[in-house]
């Protein structure tokens, strides 16, 4: 009995003791133990106090592109990295030498290269060649000095065609020549900057290549866009003293209060977004349509470098002198010759009578007309007897209706024949009775039996 109570005894301490070391665990698991501490009250529970507290964040907002800017139809789809990284195809050893197109001058610039770049890569008789350089300008020669950097251009080993410069979006600062500072767009700023455009532009003029300039955009703010129209003013004067081409974008990307706008219609005709954030740049698909107002500048410089072959001449395709036929010959029809349409005939003036009147008749304009024998018009009587007859009878017939307030006649078959039988039966006219028959009497007659019932 002493071994049997020994041994409940330790069941007991080891139950007791596996209990209380095991009492924060279950409390952590008990859902119903949890709620009545709550509610009522008790010892906070020790877990609680020992989890760390859970760091806040804010919630993510998946952006997702939209549908109708992320893959244009003209744009394929990729990356400005994907663009670097593709495969150049072989060049042909035996075709002519592209025509060359040199795009030079800041981030504008740059974005107009792109653009240029996406709207010439199905060609290989042109090719677009990027010379802009980021952060650049005509003001801060001591950062990048664009006059000698155009120069060297020139000199090196790339046969340029024709080259196009945007530039202009860096230079709203002062101007320092030694110990000289200019002030921003003063007078006398505006010269020294329209001596740094002419020096890049005779760069150019010398190696007789020719130099397509573009205007700045307008921007979003408002003070930036204004020096940005004064500059453009600068760069459309300089292009003006030798008739050279200047593009003029400042109306393609503003709304129709010469504003800035984000969004506006691409080459294709749909809205999208063709500014980037900044309100200043471009994204891709306005970058390509800056590239659009290039393109007919240099399609024309292109033409004129390389005629198609079917701009021969008209008489080329008559045929000789000596192969036409003889005159003893038979008569054939003459030869159709193709005429250019380069307008229309003037027509020929019709001439005039040489003995025509200064002064011709004069004819008054509020005279009554006459007739031929120099009477007014009027109204003819009929001389027939029987025309007069039925007058006066009409005339007589209204007196009677109208005047004297008579009964009208009636007619056989109108709605006012009242006479019977009807069907065209003929009736007896019924005589006025003369005097005499008047003043006799009728003898009566007696009614019938019939009648009398």
Request: aromatic share 6%.
């Amino acid at each position: 009995m002493r071994s049997l109570s020994r041994t409940l005894g330790l069941f007991a301490i080891l139950f007791l003791a596996l209990l209380f070391s095991g009492v924060d665990s279950a409390r952590a698991q008990d859902p119903v133990g949890d709620f009545f501490q709550g509610l009522f009250g008790g010892r906070p529970r020790a877990h609680s106090e020992a989890r760390p507290a859970a760091r806040e964040t804010g919630r993510m907002r998946r952006l997702v592109p939209h549908r109708e800017y992320s893959a244009p139809a003209y744009w394929h789809g990729q990356s400005k990295a994907a663009k670097k990284d593709k495969t150049q195809k072989p060049e042909d050893p035996n075709a002519p030498p592209p025509f060359q197109v040199a795009v030079i001058g800041d981030s504008l610039g740059q974005m107009l290269a792109d653009g240029l770049d996406e709207a010439y890569s199905d060609r290989a008789d042109i090719r677009i060649l990027h010379r802009a350089k980021d952060s650049t300008g005509l003001v801060r020669e001591d950062y990048f000095d664009w006059p000698k950097a155009a120069r060297e251009l020139l000199a090196g080993g790339d046969k340029i065609d024709m080259a196009v410069i945007m530039i202009g979006s860096n230079d709203r600062q002062a101007i320092h020549e030694g110990a000289e500072t200019i002030e921003t767009l003063s007078p006398r700023w505006r010269e020294r900057y329209a001596q740094r455009v002419e020096t890049v532009r005779a760069a150019f003029r010398e190696k007789k290549i020719p130099l397509v300039w573009v205007s700045l955009p307008v921007t979003k703010s408002e003070h930036f866009a204004a020096d940005m129209a004064k500059l453009n003013d600068i760069y459309r004067q300089a292009a003006a003293q030798d008739s050279a081409a200047f593009i003029d974008i400042w109306e393609a990307f503003a709304d129709e209060r010469n504003q800035y706008q984000a969004f506006g219609p691409d080459i294709n005709g749909r809205i999208v977004k063709l500014r980037s954030a900044d309100g200043v740049h471009f994204t891709d698909v306005g970058a390509r349509k800056l590239a659009h107002f290039v393109e007919g500048e240099i399609k024309r410089l292109f033409d004129a470098r390389h005629p198609t072959p079917d701009a021969a001449p008209a008489e080329a395709a008559l045929p000789p002198a000596e192969e036409t036929p003889p005159a003893e010959a038979a008569v054939v029809a003459p030869p159709v010759q193709i005429i250019a349409p380069s307008g229309p005939a003037p027509a020929v003036a019709p001439t005039l009578p040489a003995d025509r009147p200064a002064i011709g008749q004069t004819q008054s304009l509020t005279s009554a007309a006459v007739a031929a024998d120099g009477e007014l018009a009027r109204r003819v009587k009929s001389p027939s007897t029987t025309g007069e007859a039925q007058a006066a009878a009409a005339r007589a017939l209204v007196d009677h209706i109208f005047v004297e307030g008579g009964e009208q006649p009636s007619q056989p078959g109108r709605a006012d024949d009242f006479s019977w039988p009807r069907g065209g039966a003929k009736v007896t006219p019924v005589s006025a009775p003369t005097p005499a028959q008047a003043s006799t009497p009728e003898p009566a007659v007696a009614p019938s039996a019939a009648e009398t019932r």
